[in-house]
T-cell receptor, first 112, second 115 residues
Framework: ETGVTQSPTHLIKTRGQQVTLRCSSQ?????VSWYQQALGQGPQFIFQ???????GRGNFPPRFSGLQFPNYSSELNVNALELDDSALYLC???????????FGPGTRLLVL | AQSVAQPEDQVNVAEGNPLTVKCTYS??????LFWYVQYPNRGLQFLLK??????LVKGSYGFEAEFNKSQTSFHLKKPSALVSDSALYFC?????????????FGPGTRLSVLP
């Protein structure tokens, strides 16, 4: 059974640029959630995708957007990057009928 | 709105002693409660969960947690701590009345187990 994978592991961007982060869900999981974890804080929910549709969104502006593909992998896109977007971005997958989310190792984004 | 509090930023315990990491929550409906652990530069690893049933839940690596509905608490415990348990621990809650599977995480508690 393959776990959740994320790419890239690290990324450096400058303010105003755009970034795309990728996530492959665990085998058998059809739901992907994205979280932002700032340094020294707990993860904050960005949004969730279920069967290619957004299925819930946290308190993040529209410049945070996502996609889910037919194979249940997912992308997180962030436009017009700001310095405060620097964080660890975590992807988690789950089977919709279950409650447990399994996390990938994260992508660390630094915005300069 | 649901919320989670972890009242201790840091917990220090000697190896071999019992450990407790505290968590309290607030939800509108019934809670689904989780504990995750995070090692440096890693994602979150699932430890255990409470959905329904027995208030004492057993999980991975010898950890257990006790659900207390009257105190709205879900404290993580282990009878005998190991140095390798040193990590950042997160409590999370999902409100059964909010079925968007939105997990709310606490701020985390750093556990240090001293040899």
């Amino acid at each position: 059974e393959t776990g959740v994978t994320q790419s890239p592991t690290h990324l450096i961007k400058t303010r105003g640029q755009q970034v795309t982060l990728r996530c492959s869900s665990q085998s058998g999981h059809n739901t992907v959630s994205w979280y932002q974890q700032a340094l020294g804080q707990g993860p904050q929910f960005i949004f969730q995708y279920y069967r290619e549709e957004e299925n819930g969104r946290g308190n993040f502006p529209p410049r945070f957007s996502g996609l889910q593909f037919p194979n249940y992998s997912s992308e997180l896109n962030v436009n017009a990057l700001e310095l405060d977007d620097s964080a660890l971005y975590l992807c988690a997958s789950s089977a919709y009928s279950q409650e447990t989310q399994y996390f990938g190792p994260g992508t660390r984004l630094l915005v300069l | 709105a649901q919320s989670v509090a972890q009242p201790e930023d840091q917990v220090n315990v000697a190896e071999g002693n019992p450990l407790t990491v505290k968590c309290t929550y607030s939800v509108s409906g019934n809670p689904y409660l989780f504990w995750y652990v995070q090692y440096p530069n890693r994602g979150l690893q699932f430890l255990l969960k409470y959905i329904t049933g027995d208030n004492l839940v057993k999980g991975s690596y010898g950890f257990e947690a006790e659900f207390n509905k009257s105190q709205t608490s879900f404290h993580l415990k282990k009878p005998s701590a190991l140095v390798s348990d040193s990590a950042l621990y997160f409590c999370a809650v999902r409100d059964t009345e909010n079925y968007g599977q939105n997990f709310v995480f606490g701020p985390g508690t750093r556990l240090s187990v001293l040899p």
